[in-house]
């Protein structure tokens, strides 16, 4: 090939790579410009829900906000803004997987404003980012079949209905929903790579259930050859976090070993579905107290919206209808389910808020139909029904939106308690004293270490451990596993030392607990050095014999030892926990932990990213 024509093709391929990048400004260009309205009033709208609280620099206060991820996302963004990747945390269930959990959020680029920002403003905005694509995405999804101004109506209805804001607590079913419209319209489009991209940010975005149902409706949707595309390319633009996480799912169990009732304990009963068309009475706790499940606060979608819902149902919805029945089905928590690998369907109503789409879906075919009969093509109409879908909804669902500022160190107890040795709760927690139980991850703040764990998914060896502690407690147990806090409203007395009491919670202290590293001499034991992060785990130690070091921390895939140096192999003596024996002398042991399959993961994903830009460049 001779100078020139190597020139021309270098230009080609310049060409073409400009043409994508061209192409795509002007798709985004181009909608904007066709939809600005509908764009910008639900973004005025969205802000307008979440002005109070950014203006006071508070952050939502309701149940999951306080005690699960809160603290976890500011322990991720923690470590990730000192530098380091939070791999392992060492301060639950004696060490669990971090970064594996798609919940903590580690590359989901939404998360990373909790990096830049300060706390509570990007907490806020993660939230408000969410709920407005939300809406964005349903808005273009129903304006390829409907009329912008009821496309943007059926938005307003989903992104303000009652199981919708009910997320906003469980702030990964929220992310990963918000990404289901869009992908839903990048299916009806035909566009299979966003298709690709939405579907792997849904999966980043923490709720691995919600994607697949996300993955399933695409396919129901497309039904053409290019899904296969779509779904190479959303496991492999979302490996680096898929394959760690499939690799937790090994050796898991998220039951815990439950029984079926409990597992279903927050079904909800077919009745409850007249619940979506009144108005809630949301109690203190902010929970519809007519409804028979309290997963969800509410499920109200608005007595106009269910109204208008009603006259769509014609032929051309039916698979929307389909999509409600199965919705309600799985919901209503049938016996069957607590025989899914993993307990995926754990809290049966939380596929509630895809009934809440389907919902929107013919609300916007029935306000379709009404509108050609009532003042067509004015659009005052539709801003009029709009308002009243606003009126509706918003006013009901205040109580979900209680704040108050952040505090990053909420538990009343002195940080000696949970400091070197861990925590135990023992007996039923009540949840509106969460900050004294130390509940979900609020140990997390000031680095507490706590026996039990709030993660989705617990190793099974684990799970079958604290059950057996909690049924038949022992004191070698809970001495062996460095519990040596308690917390409990029942009378421990004969057995510990109590240290005080709030609001009818005694705290004990188990005198007998072992340090989280000892050295096992014969019958004596002893404390020796040891440092912990979200990365390794170094003990140092002492001894006049030869011993064997325990640390209690959980064994797992991924860990790697030297001793003094030199490559070595864990010890399986103790169980699911760590150990190594020493010989006599001063000794040091460093654990390093990988997650396994991170770095095929973060390789996998690369390719795709530049396979997806150079097959499209080439197009």
């Known amino acids: 090939m001779n100078a020139e024509s190597r020139t021309q093709n270098e230009e080609l391929r310049n060409g073409s790579r400009s043409h994508f990048l061209h192409s795509s400004f002007c798709v985004l260009r181009s909608s904007f410009i066709v939809h600005r309205f509908a764009f910008l009033l639900l973004s005025l709208l969205t802000l307008a829900?979440?002005?109070?609280?950014?203006?006071?620099?508070?952050?939502?206060?309701?149940?999951?906000?306080?005690?699960?991820?809160?603290?976890?996302?500011?322990?991720?963004?923690?470590?990730?803004r000192a530098g380091r990747i939070p791999y392992w945390n060492p301060y639950n269930a004696s060490g669990e997987p971090w970064l594996a959990n798609p919940q903590t959020g580690v590359f989901y680029p939404p998360a990373w404003l909790l990096v830049v920002l300060p706390f509570a403003t990007a907490y806020m905005l993660f939230l408000l980012l969410h709920v407005l694509l939300l809406g964005l995405g349903a808005y273009l999804f129903f304006a390829r079949k409907a009329s912008q101004g009821a496309a943007l109506a059926g938005a307003v209805a989903l992104m303000?209905?009652?199981?919708?804001?009910?997320?906003?607590?469980?702030?990964?079913?929220?992310?990963?929903?918000?990404?289901?419209?869009?992908?839903?319209?990048?299916?009806?489009?035909?566009?299979?790579?966003?298709?690709?991209?939405?579907?792997?940010?849904?999966?980043?975005?923490?709720?691995?259930?919600?994607?697949?149902?996300?993955?399933?409706?695409?396919?129901?949707?497309?039904?053409?050859?290019?899904?296969?595309?779509?779904?190479?390319?959303?496991?492999?633009?979302?490996?680096?976090?898929?394959?760690?996480?499939?690799?937790?799912?090994?050796?898991?169990?998220?039951?815990?070993?439950?029984?079926?009732?409990?597992?279903?304990?927050?079904?909800?009963?077919?009745?409850?579905?007249?619940?979506?068309?009144?108005?809630?009475?949301?109690?203190?706790?902010?929970?519809?107290?007519?409804?028979?499940?309290?997963?969800?606060?509410?499920?109200?979608?608005?007595?106009?919206?269910?109204?208008?819902?009603?006259?769509?149902?014609?032929?051309?919805?039916?698979?929307?209808?389909?999509?409600?029945?199965?919705?309600?089905?799985?919901?209503?928590?049938?016996?069957?389910?607590a025989s899914m690998p993993l307990t995926l369907f754990r809290y049966p109503a939380r596929v509630v808020p895809f009934g809440a789409l389907a919902v929107a879906a013919l609300f916007v075919a029935g306000w379709e139909r009404i509108r050609a009969y009532v003042l067509p093509n004015k659009r005052w109409v539709d801003l009029l029904l709009v308002l009243i879908v606003l009126a509706d909804?918003?006013?009901?669902?205040?109580?979900?939106?209680?704040?108050?500022?952040?505090?990053?160190?909420?538990?009343?107890?002195?940080?000696?308690?949970?400091?070197?040795?861990?925590?135990?709760?023992?007996?039923?927690?009540?949840?509106?004293q969460r900050t004294v139980w130390m509940s979900g991850y609020l140990n997390l703040y000031d680095r507490r270490f706590d026996v039990s764990t709030a993660a989705p998914v617990v190793s099974d060896a684990y799970a079958r451990m604290y059950r057996q502690l909690?049924?038949?407690?022992?004191?070698?147990?809970?001495?062996?596993?460095?519990?040596?806090?308690?917390?409990?409203?029942?009378?421990?007395?004969?057995?510990?030392?109590?240290?005080?009491?709030?609001?009818?919670?005694?705290?004990?202290?188990?005198?007998?607990?072992?340090?989280?590293?000892?050295?096992?001499?014969?019958?004596?034991?002893?404390?020796?050095?040891?440092?912990?992060?979200?990365?390794?785990?170094?003990?140092?130690?002492?001894?006049?014999?030869?011993?064997?070091?325990?640390?209690?921390?959980?064994?797992?895939?991924?860990?790697?030892?030297?001793?003094?140096?030199t490559p070595a192999e864990d010890s399986a003596a103790y169980g699911m926990f760590r150990g190594f024996r020493v010989p006599r002398g001063h000794h040091e042991l460093l654990w390093t932990y990988r997650p396994p399959l991170l770095h095929a993961g973060a390789l996998l994903t690369l390719v795709t990213l530049v396979a997806m830009f150079v097959k499209r460049s080439r197009a």
């Open 160 to 337: 303000f209905s009652g199981p919708v804001l009910s997320l906003l607590d469980i702030n990964n079913n929220l992310a990963t929903l918000a990404w289901i419209p869009l992908a839903l319209w990048c299916a009806a489009e035909g566009a299979w790579r966003r298709g690709a991209f939405a579907l792997a940010l849904a999966f980043l975005g923490g709720e691995p259930f919600f994607a697949a149902i996300g993955a399933l409706l695409y396919v129901v949707i497309r039904r053409n050859r290019d899904v296969v595309w779509t779904a190479l390319g959303a496991f492999g633009l979302s490996a680096i976090q898929l394959l760690p996480f499939l690799d937790l799912l090994r050796g898991s169990d998220r039951a815990a070993r439950l029984d079926a009732t409990t597992i279903l304990r927050d079904s909800m009963p077919l009745r409850d579905w007249l619940r979506i068309a009144v108005p809630p009475t949301l109690n203190s706790s902010a929970f519809d107290a007519h409804l028979g499940q309290h997963f969800l606060p509410a499920i109200y979608l608005g007595i106009a919206v269910v109204a208008i819902a009603l006259a769509g149902i014609r032929k051309q919805t039916l698979g929307w209808l389909a999509l409600l029945a199965i919705v309600a089905i799985v919901a209503s928590g049938p016996a069957w389910l």
């Open 49 to 80: 829900l979440f002005l109070p609280p950014l203006l006071r620099n508070h952050v939502f206060v309701l149940r999951d906000h306080l005690d699960y991820f809160q603290p976890l996302r500011f322990f991720t963004a923690s470590e990730l």
């Open 393 to 432: 909804l918003v006013p009901r669902m205040q109580p979900l939106f209680a704040s108050a500022p952040f505090n990053p160190h909420p538990l009343p107890y002195a940080r000696a308690v949970g400091g070197e040795l861990k925590v135990l709760r023992v007996g039923e927690i009540e949840p509106r």
């Open 470 to 565: 909690l049924e038949h407690p022992s004191h070698a147990l809970l001495d062996r596993i460095s519990a040596g806090w308690l917390l409990s409203k029942v009378d421990l007395t004969h057995s510990f030392a109590r240290v005080g009491s709030i609001g009818g919670v005694s705290l004990f202290r188990n005198a007998e607990a072992w340090p989280l590293a000892v050295l096992v001499d014969g019958r004596v034991i002893r404390g020796v050095m040891v440092e912990l992060d979200t990365q390794r785990a170094r003990v140092v130690v002492d001894t006049p014999h030869p011993s064997y070091v325990m640390l209690t921390q959980q064994r797992a895939r991924g860990w790697t030892l030297t001793f003094d140096g």
